[in-house]
T-cell receptor, first 116, second 113 residues
Framework: AQSVTQLGSHVSVSEGALVLLRCNYS??????LFWYVQYPNQGLQLLLK??????LVKGINGFEAEFKKSETSFHLTKPSAHMSDAAEYFC??????????????FGKGTHLIIQP | NAGVTQTPKFQVLKTGQSMTLQCAQD?????MSWYRQDPGMGLRLIHY???????DQGEVPNGYNVSRSTTEDFPLRLLSAAPSQTSVYFC????????????FGPGTRLTVT
């Protein structure tokens, strides 16, 4: 069984500040981890994924995440927030590399607010 | 490629009515799945399919039926709609052609009164 916990349902940062969105997971098998972004009234877009090749994963739009097995964490960061980063972010876990075979287990999401 | 398409975009039902949410993909993906999204709950897996003729239950399957007669289509049926099924529904697909990365449709917003 797998589960995902995202700490903070809402995170507010100033434009230009560091973005840190937290994700902790539990998994009975080596996990594959994903971050998705959802803009208002749209579907989900993959930001990045960890598939055991490298612990530091770089994604689109300047985001990156680090897999820390000892902490069972996969936190998402971006050095400098932009107004266009305002969105809902979801962390997800799967037992499969693409997350497709039997679906993904999602966290409850973090709403990122960017203040001018 | 159109990717993953879902119809309708919006739907209002009365309690007890039935309907089918359509999902189609043109990427020749083997895997397809349905999720529902509720405020503060993230996305939860309803049903999934690993190929034509093969389906299985996810986390919240009650009240929903699926079938997969072709690789391209994966409809979700609500047999007797309830207000608790008011949600946004997303279909997703993945396969070897996309290195098994999941692609999501635009969603169907369903309201049951």
């Amino acid at each position: 069984a797998q589960s995902v916990t995202q700490l903070g349902s809402h995170v507010s940062v100033s434009e230009g500040a560091l973005v840190l969105l937290r994700c902790n997971y539990s998994s009975s098998v080596p996990p594959y981890l994903f971050w998705y972004v959802q803009y208002p009234n749209q579907g989900l877009q993959l930001l990045l994924k960890y598939t055991s090749a490298a612990t530091l994963v770089k994604g689109i739009n300047g985001f990156e995440a680090e897999f820390k097995k000892s902490e069972t964490s996969f936190h998402l960061t971006k050095p400098s927030a932009h107004m266009s980063d305002a969105a809902e972010y979801f962390c997800a876990v799967s037992a499969h590399s693409g997350g497709g075979a039997d679906g993904l287990t999602f966290g409850k999401g973090t709403h990122l607010i960017i203040q001018p | 490629n159109a990717g993953v398409t879902q119809t309708p975009k919006f739907q209002v039902l009365k309690t007890g009515q039935s309907m089918t949410l359509q999902c189609a993909q043109d990427m020749n993906h083997e895997y397809m799945s349905w999720y529902r999204q509720d405020p503060g709950m993230g996305l939860r897996l309803i049903h999934y399919s690993v190929g034509a003729g093969i389906t299985d239950q996810g986390e919240v399957p009650n009240g929903y039926n699926v079938s997969r007669s072709t690789t391209e289509d994966f409809p979700l049926r609500l047999l007797s709609a309830a207000p608790s099924q008011t949600s946004v529904y997303f279909c997703a697909s993945s396969g070897l052609a996309s290195s098994y990365e999941q692609y999501f449709g635009p969603g169907t917003r369903l309201t049951v009164t």
